[in-house]
């Protein structure tokens, strides 16, 4: 989401109300994984994005991306499909994608009043070797969220490990889009920032049981600076190199950090072998990546 902190506290979730977040998260997961297997060269994406649409009217969900408000025009569909230097919220289309693309695809739907909200980079066939290594960071980005939130006190000890790592590895963050707090509503408190500055640090909330968030980094191969196209939403880098972006939706247990938004049947494959973002145990137990590898 666009960056713009207010004060105001998070909105923290019961034991069982994260449950039903989780069978949102199993949903927004399924969905995601219908794109893996769709993302193939010569594939529309407006085709993936009627895929997910069914997928998730199938199963009595909404799709929380159709018809979001915007600041000149309602979102179109129910998934957002950004390619190569795309970084977010591209509008699926008559596009086709090309063997060699990165294809960012995010999607959130609403089960039973509780939503959740994912996103993948996916690598179509051969990609190039820094471009691969571009995802790789990103996901070693979301992993490291997901380890720290676990063993933090406050948000800004865990976004400056998430910088720290993408900056160390050559790479820029996305500054001007931010993740959030999600439950009920897809934006709830707080705003989720993937750094750290002074405006990030004055609005710092503590990291506690019931806090549930989705986590997104946005890594730029190039500088952080983005602009967005005349279609009013998608956002581009404005030095035209790649972008990845991954999501996870988090929630703090008592029994630790859970991924809400996890795979229940995981593949096997990770971004090393080219099919898209790693895969996620649902329980945190893995050391986080060390910065600079």
Aim: proline share 5%; aromatic share 6%; hydrophobic share 40%.
């Amino acid at each position: 989401m666009l960056r713009k902190f207010f004060s105001q506290s998070p909105e923290l979730k019961s034991p069982r109300e994260i449950a039903l977040m989780r069978e949102a998260g199993k949903l927004v997961s399924k969905a995601l994984r219908i794109c893996r297997d769709m993302a193939k060269p010569g594939t529309r994406t407006g085709d993936i994005d009627q895929a997910v649409d069914a997928f998730f009217a199938s199963h009595g969900a909404i799709p929380l991306f159709k018809n979001y408000p915007g600041q000149k025009t309602p979102f179109p569909a129910s998934t957002c499909i950004s390619l190569n230097a795309e970084v977010v919220h591209g509008i699926p289309g008559i596009r086709t994608i090309r063997e060699g693309d990165l294809v960012k695809i995010d999607t959130a739907c609403k089960l039973n009043g509780w939503c959740a909200d994912a996103a993948i980079t996916i690598m179509v066939g051969e990609v190039r070797p820094e471009w691969r290594r571009l995802v790789k960071v990103a996901e070693e980005t979301l992993q490291i969220a997901q380890v720290e939130l676990g063993r933090s006190r406050w948000w800004t000890e865990v976004a400056e490990r998430m910088q720290r790592h993408v900056e160390q590895n050559g790479f820029s963050v996305v500054t001007q889009y931010v993740g959030h707090g999600i439950g009920r509503a897809m934006h709830e408190n707080p705003q989720v920032a993937n750094f750290v500055n002074k405006e990030v640090r004055k609005h710092n909330f503590r990291i506690e049981e019931g806090l549930v968030l989705a986590v997104e980094p946005m890594v730029n191969m190039g500088r952080a600076d983005t602009d967005t196209l005349r279609d009013h939403w998608t956002v581009v880098t404005r030095d035209g190199l790649p972008s990845a972006h991954v999501e996870h939706t988090f929630a703090i247990t008592n029994g630790g950090v859970m991924v809400l938004t996890a795979d229940p049947e995981p593949r096997a494959e990770t971004s090393d072998g080219g099919t898209g973002n790693a895969e996620f145990p649902t329980q945190a137990t893995a050391a986080a990546p060390q910065s600079g590898a």
